[in-house]
């Protein structure tokens, strides 16, 4: 019997913005912050937010099917995952990305046919190269662009923090390490280590605050520097988790020779990524990240795991291997 086609796939996934812009303006209204703080009947909600009577029933019970909400007796509640995960007031709070995507990348992915035609970034300040310089120019912007970052790596920080062997080594420097999930999930899963987070001068302020609030400022310490300009801070180990994808071939490359040099016999460099499969056909979020590359930087790309480790070697990393951490995310490892 010969398999009637059906468009149900091609139709989900060509109107699936609808399904992330309904997401993506609930968190940008605070729907799941003023659920958690009490459930409320659609007039109240609707009031509270401040939306239009049109359309509010319509999103919220969009919600409600998207599995976003519950509703019961016309009362609207945060699903335990929206609860945990998408409150602002909660540590687990990992809605930082979905605010930047809505507040950034929505609007450039729709210039997706331009990029991919010119091999341009489309992002804000477009005629300037450096993503970070564009993005530091406006305080808010850091402070949300650091901020998505952690809900970017908070499941990949966990991962690490149980799947590299840290009894031992003793010392860490997370490079690139914006609010700083990953030193703060490692000492907090350690208590022998001792970790610096290294980034650019304007993340000091936005570091520090994360690491008190954690209370580890005993543990974890902010080195200001520029990753081209400065040599690295020694460590036995150095963790790139996002770093690399964000620049061209050459660069990618310096970068890890840096690792090299700042680390001692023996030491280790974790390189963490949505990598792409080797045979580049099954982690589509691996590969549609590296055309989030395309939007945003002058010459990034995502990768393989094969591609790192063939750069590891050429760096003189003896021994490399890669392992899985969560969901598409994966870890380059690469022994001095
Ligand atoms: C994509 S974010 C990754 C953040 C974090 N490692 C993670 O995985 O969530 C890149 C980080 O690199 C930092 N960065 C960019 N250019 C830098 C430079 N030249 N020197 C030091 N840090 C830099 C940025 O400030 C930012 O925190």
Redesign the pocket.
Known sequence: MTMKPSPEHLLRIGMSFWNAKALLSAVEFGVFDALAETPADLRTLRAKLGLHERSARDFFDALVALKLLEREGGVYRNTPETDFFLVRSKPSYVGGLLEMANARLYESWGRLTEALKTGRRQSENKEEGDL?AALYADPERLRGF?SA??G??AGAANAIADKFPWKDYNSFV?V???QG??PVTLARAHPHLVGVG???PQ?QPIFDEFVAANGLAARISFRA????ADPLPQADVIIM???LH?WDLDQKRLLLSKAYDALPPGGALIVYEALIDDERRENAFGLLMSLNMLIETAGGFDYTGADCQGWMRAAGFRETRVAHLVGPDSMVIGFK
């Open positions: 970070f650091l970052m952690s970017v790596s997370d690139g390490a914006a999930m990953v290294f980034d650019l993340v520097g520029d990753f081209f988790g996002h770093i964000d």
